[in-house]
């Protein structure tokens, strides 16, 4: 890789970045995320667990630069620039709701909360699709034949914890991890029940937790332009 593809993947970290984060630390990690794939040697995931997110979409021509103006609008809370990278036809549900000035209704709406959720998906890593276009989040692009995506979450980050009881005797540390719900969802419990297929089941902080169903994002290049086809979540 030749360093002006390092560069633009440095901004594109530093896009997605947390405001509160100070520029020297934003740097600082980035440098320390993308120094190593200018010799190859860096692994395609920083994270280590089955379904931490990787980036598979840089070499795919434009699609950096996408992500790059993608994270900048959701960082800014920019209205107008996401719309502006969004398809005129863009698809918001299985519904049948559409359309970029559905989207931008749904951006100014805080019961939507899509900038939070926009917040978390730009973090997740990218794949390639079938059809030669990306997907976000890495992991709604993989088969994961092993869990029933309506119950299904995904295990935000590295040794999290599974519980005995809420709050009880750690179990096991998952990483990454896809676990099937063993209840219903309870979303304002801070600890939900969860199986973990194959070994057994336990409880998992809810800010850990992402269901598999949450927001995904398709994109692709029309007659040269990147945008983002559909937003979608549920199924």
């Not at 598979?56 to 996408?66: L, N, P, Q, R, Y």
């Not at 559409?98 to 709406?109: E, I, T, Y």
């Not at 976000?136 to 119950?151: F, K, N, T, Y």
């Amino acid at each position: 890789m030749r360093y002006p593809a390092l560069v633009a993947l440095m901004l594109l970290a530093l896009a997605g970045c947390d405001r509160s984060t100070p520029p020297a630390d934003k740097i600082k990690d980035a440098a320390q995320q993308f120094v190593h794939k200018v010799d190859g040697s860096a692994p395609e995931t920083i994270d280590y667990g089955k379904y931490a997110p990787r980036d598979d979409c840089s070499e795919v021509a434009g699609a950096d630069e996408f992500r790059q103006r993608l994270n900048a609008a959701v960082n800014a809370r920019d209205a107008d620039a996401l719309v502006r990278l969004a398809a005129s036809d863009v698809k918001l549900g299985f519904d049948g709701s559409s359309g970029a000035d559905q989207l931008r209704k749904r951006l100014a709406n805080k019961d939507w909360q899509l900038w939070d959720k926009l917040d978390t998906l730009v973090t997740l890593g990218c794949a390639v699709n079938d059809q030669g276009g990306i997907t976000m989040p890495w992991v709604a692009a993989q088969a994961l034949p092993d869990i029933d995506a309506s119950d299904g979450m995904l295990v935000l980050g590295e040794e999290v914890r599974m519980r005995a009881t809420p709050g009880g005797t750690t179990l096991r540390l998952l990483s990454w991890d896809a676990v099937e719900m063993a209840g219903p969802f309870q979303p304002d419990a801070p600890f939900q029940h969860v199986t973990l297929p194959g070994v057994g089941s336990g409880y998992v902080a809810t800010a850990k937790l992402r269901s598999l169903l949450d927001y995904r994002l398709i994109a692709s290049s029309r007659n040269g332009k990147w945008r983002f086809t559909s937003l979608v979540s549920g199924d």
